[in-house]
């Protein structure tokens, strides 16, 4: 048994010992329900086939326990097996974090001179493409039948497509400086969308499918949120502190060769652990639950060009869902304000802070290292909590802690005691009280794999791991534009300075009764007409009358003799204008404390009966007797009963597209004649939704073209993006409701059946709570949870 060995100590004190998780195994809760199997009403047999990344071994078992774990695994991963799963994480994220800590600074701040206003301007477009094309792979991975499984075709294809994207996006000597350097970003800020869509949905799917024990979901993400810990620790913190050089952070003309290296290498990484887990991960082929939709597809009509598993009918499953759609808002709300700490850092630390007592160059990656070390702690810290009460409370405990860290950076101020340093100092101590807050992000995730499970129960069976995972990402991704865009536009409409040019840097700490920034204040001032000393585009004094000064950075250039002292001479450069300083420093503290805030008063709505682990128990069971054909009451929402799942009508398919009061609305208006249902209440709702949202696009696309001229700019401080988000809006919006007015005339073209609209929307009750209406079939006995058979 040694390929089912996992970390740990051997002998009988290894499973004392081991750092393999102590939670309950899928035998235990398989044994512990008797005659009533709660874990899908399956043979043991059927389990081990749907959870195959488990490990079954037991002492009285026929197979023998593994080397480390003498009392046998039981049916719970093996910590090796998490790994595998997880390990991707590490490049990937590796390869995320180099990107976001420096690509846009380098695009701006050196030669590819690049337009901040286009750098905005993709990463709304970007944002648009990913969220159109996120549902897709939801749907394509959810559905996909392979004997591969569902989940590894995608992340083979990942492990070469991936790299291959980061690395062309590091290389714009290519193309000229400027507009077309902007280009070049903005097109790969686009493929990495796709990248991270390619990877990350079948991957995240693939971990939520490992368990189906409560606490053992925890640690699966635990591992997996240490090793994405880990991978923005070496990309972020550890290769900006030992690789990247001042060529790359300081200089604005003299390019960067250490970043696509460093890049080559994590792709190899990534590359390496994606193959791994294709070569030994296991998932089955095609799953119970999957088997049984199978054969209620097949009764649909052939001729419905719409199915319940399309990415509409997907979205509004997912929506209403209310233990998710309460997270999902939660996550909306601090959505908002996420993205922008992590987007603004690299500026933070040169512009804000300053560089008198520590190279931006070194700053920025020793903040980060502390950042990340913090999380890693923070983490087994954050699992112990959601253990000793429950995952909900330690999420809620999370996003407050949060909140306070976030807020606590609006201390910060430019540093200019360059002796005793007393901002960089609090810079420290800040960033590791927000990286141990930040550690615990993987208990959202565990949630969601348990909302997962309810809406097996409310469906009948039906798996749906990728869609939550999707949905949980897909309307969050619009709320990112504003931290993803609106930062940079504030930043170039207040006048961001680029850094000065190499050649026009004097050491400024080795004038004798001279203070260091009036020597630099003299010199840039002194700027003659033929020689342009800040800039190609803007003089020294055009820069002074925006609020810009000049200071003596006394932690760069060489070193040299001060005073009788070897230390180092200074560099001559500028401080930005206070205007972009506080565009800084409130996108960084204010921002994502409101919406975070609001994250958590979303939270207080979450269901009381789903906040604990023998809720959770309670709901596998109802579960398991959902499918012997009881009606069951749901342990979630007492009082409301679930029936067992029916054949879908003709028309189910089109009928998904619709809510329930959609439904509601055509049940009230009655039936026609020959029991026909009158669709028009369907059709009117999408098209008023339609012309609604068809308003946004050209709107925006007139901003656009008004905001156009200025992305030529130096800085870009265009309106661009702005007018880019109304036409996605009107684009998102047109394209949701113009598909459910296209199912809706299907249905009125089919002749949908009053009967049809009731089945529909007795379907959706479990998700409402709503009283079933009548049909005119026997109904079932209700049975209550925990009344007998």
Request: glycine fraction near 8%; charged fraction near 15%.
């Given at each position: 048994q040694a390929s089912s060995t996992a970390l740990g100590v051997g002998s009988r004190v290894g499973s004392a010992l081991s750092v393999e998780s102590r939670t309950k195994s899928i035998e235990d809760l398989y044994n512990e329900s008797g005659d009533d199997k709660v874990i899908r009403d399956m043979t043991y047999t059927q389990i081990q086939e749907a959870f195959p990344m488990a490990c079954y071994c037991s002492p009285e078992g026929p197979v023998k326990p593994c080397r480390c774990r003498p009392l046998g695994h039981s049916g719970r991963v093996p910590l090796h097996r998490k790994l595998i799963w997880a390990w991707p994480c590490f490049g990937f994220y590796a390869l995320m974090f180099l990107k976001i800590g420096y690509m846009r600074k380098f695009y701006v701040d050196d030669y590819p001179k690049a337009s901040l206003g286009i750098i905005a301007f993709s990463s709304v477009l970007s944002v648009l493409v990913d969220a159109f094309t996120d549902p897709k792979m939801a749907t394509w991975t959810d559905n996909l039948k392979s004997k591969y499984g569902r989940r590894r075709p995608f992340i083979l294809v990942s492990a070469l497509f991936v790299p291959l994207v980061f690395l062309l996006a590091w290389l714009p000597l290519f193309v000229s400086s400027g507009f077309a350097a902007s280009i070049w970003y903005g097109f790969f800020?686009?493929?990495?969308?796709?990248?991270?869509?390619?990877?990350?949905?079948?991957?995240?799917?693939?971990?939520?499918?490992?368990?189906?024990?409560?606490?053992?979901?925890?640690?699966?993400?635990?591992?997996?949120?240490?090793?994405?810990?880990?991978?923005?620790?070496?990309?972020?913190?550890?290769?900006?502190?030992?690789?990247?050089?001042?060529?790359?952070?300081?200089?604005?003309?003299?390019?960067?060769?250490?970043?696509?290296?460093?890049?080559?290498?994590?792709?190899?990484?990534?590359?390496?652990?994606?193959?791994?887990?294709?070569?030994?991960?296991?998932?089955?082929?095609?799953?119970?639950?999957?088997s049984q939709h199978e054969q209620q597809q097949q009764q649909q009509p052939k001729h419905s060009a719409f199915s319940a598993q399309d990415t509409i009918p997907a979205l509004i499953?997912?929506?209403?869902?209310?233990?998710?759609?309460?997270?999902?808002?939660?996550?909306?709300?601090?959505?908002?304000?996420?993205?922008?700490?992590?987007?603004?850092?690299?500026?933070?630390?040169?512009?804000?802070?300053?560089?008198?007592?520590?190279?931006?160059?070194?700053?920025?990656?020793?903040?980060?290292?502390?950042?990340?070390?913090?999380?890693?702690?923070?983490?087994?810290?954050?699992?112990?909590?959601?253990?000793?009460?429950?995952?909900?409370?330690?999420?809620?405990?999370?996003?407050?802690?949060?909140?306070?860290?976030?807020?606590?950076?609006?201390?910060?101020?430019?540093?200019?005691?360059?002796?005793?340093?007393?901002?960089?100092?609090?810079?420290?101590?800040?960033?590791?009280?927000?990286?141990?807050?930040?550690?615990?992000?993987?208990?959202?995730?565990?949630?969601?794999?348990?909302?997962?499970?309810?809406?097996?129960?409310?469906?009948?069976?039906?798996?749906?791991?990728?869609?939550?995972?999707?949905?949980?990402?897909?309307?969050?991704?619009?709320?990112?534009?504003?931290?993803?865009?609106?930062?940079?536009?504030?930043?170039?409409?207040?006048?961001?300075?680029?850094?000065?040019?190499?050649?026009?840097?004097?050491?400024?700490?080795?004038?004798?009764?001279?203070?260091?920034?009036?020597?630099?204040?003299?010199?840039?001032?002194?700027?003659?007409?033929s020689e342009r000393r800040c800039s190609e585009s803007i003089s020294c004094q055009e820069l002074f009358d925006t609020g810009v000064r000049f200071v003596c950075n006394s932690a760069l250039g060489d070193v040299g003799d001060v005073d009788g002292k070897s230390t180092k001479l200074g560099e001559c450069g500028l401080k930005q204008n206070s205007g972009v300083q506080w565009v800084l420093i409130l996108c960084f503290t204010v921002v994502p404390c409101f919406f975070i805030m609001c994250g958590i008063i979303g939270l207080y709505f979450y269901p009381k009966n789903a906040r604990s682990e023998s809720m959770h128990e309670k709901l596998v069971q109802a579960t398991s007797r959902l499918r012997r054909g009881e009606v069951v009451e749901d342990p979630w929402r007492p009082g409301s009963f679930v029936h067992p799942s029916e054949p879908p009508t003709e028309n189910a398919g089109a009928l998904s597209y619709f809510t329930p009061s959609e439904l509601k609305a055509v049940v009230d208006a009655g039936p026609l004649a020959g029991g026909l249902a009158k669709v028009s209440p369907l059709l009117k709702r999408a098209l008023l939704w339609s012309s609604l949202f068809v308003a946004f696009v050209p709107a925006g696309g007139v901003v656009v073209v008004l905001g156009f001229e200025d992305l030529s700019d130096d800085l870009g401080a265009s309106v661009s993006p702005l007018g880019l988000m109304g036409v996605g809006l009107g684009i998102c919006g047109l394209w949701f409701n113009g598909v459910r007015a296209t199912a809706a005339m299907d249905l009125k073209r089919n002749g949908l059946q009053y009967k049809e609209v009731v089945a529909k929307f007795n379907e959706m009750c479990p998700f409402t709570g709503a009283t079933r209406l009548p049909t005119g079939d026997q109904q079932p006995a209700l049975v209550k949870l925990g009344s007998g058979q």
């Open positions: 800020h686009v493929m990495f969308k796709l990248a991270n869509t390619l990877f990350m949905i079948p991957l995240e799917a693939f971990g939520a499918q490992l368990t189906p024990v409560y606490k053992e979901r925890t640690n699966v993400f635990m591992w997996k949120d240490i090793i994405t810990n880990v991978g923005i620790l070496v990309g972020m913190a550890l290769a900006g502190m030992v690789f990247v050089t001042e060529q790359c952070t300081s200089t604005p003309d003299g390019g960067c060769w250490e970043l696509p290296l460093i890049t080559l290498v994590f792709g190899g990484f990534f590359t390496h652990a994606c193959l791994q887990l294709c070569w030994w991960g296991k998932e089955p082929a095609t799953s119970l639950s999957d499953a997912t929506f209403l869902n209310k233990p998710f759609r309460i997270l999902l808002l939660s996550n909306i709300a601090k959505a908002l304000g996420q993205e922008i700490p992590i987007n603004v850092l690299p500026f933070i630390t040169a512009w804000v802070l300053g560089e008198k007592c520590f190279g931006s160059g070194m700053l920025f990656p020793c903040l980060v290292l502390l950042n990340m070390v913090a999380g890693l702690i923070g983490v087994p810290c954050w699992t112990a909590l959601a253990s000793k009460t429950s995952k909900y409370h330690a999420y809620v405990a999370f996003n407050c802690s949060l909140a306070v860290t976030s807020m606590s950076f609006i201390l910060l101020r430019y540093d200019d005691d360059y002796l005793h340093c007393p901002y960089s100092t609090m810079a420290f101590v800040l960033c590791a009280s927000f990286g141990f807050a930040y550690g615990g992000t993987f208990i959202l995730n565990s949630l969601v794999s348990d909302v997962v499970d309810y809406d097996e129960f409310l469906t009948g069976g039906r798996r749906r791991e990728a869609s939550y995972m999707m949905a949980l990402g897909f309307l969050p991704k619009f709320m990112n534009i504003p931290g993803e865009c609106v930062p940079f536009l504030l930043m170039a409409y207040f006048r961001y300075a680029r850094p000065v040019p190499t050649a026009y840097r004097p050491p400024c700490m080795n004038i004798p009764g001279e203070a260091p920034d009036a020597v630099c204040s003299s010199y840039f001032l002194d700027e003659t007409s």
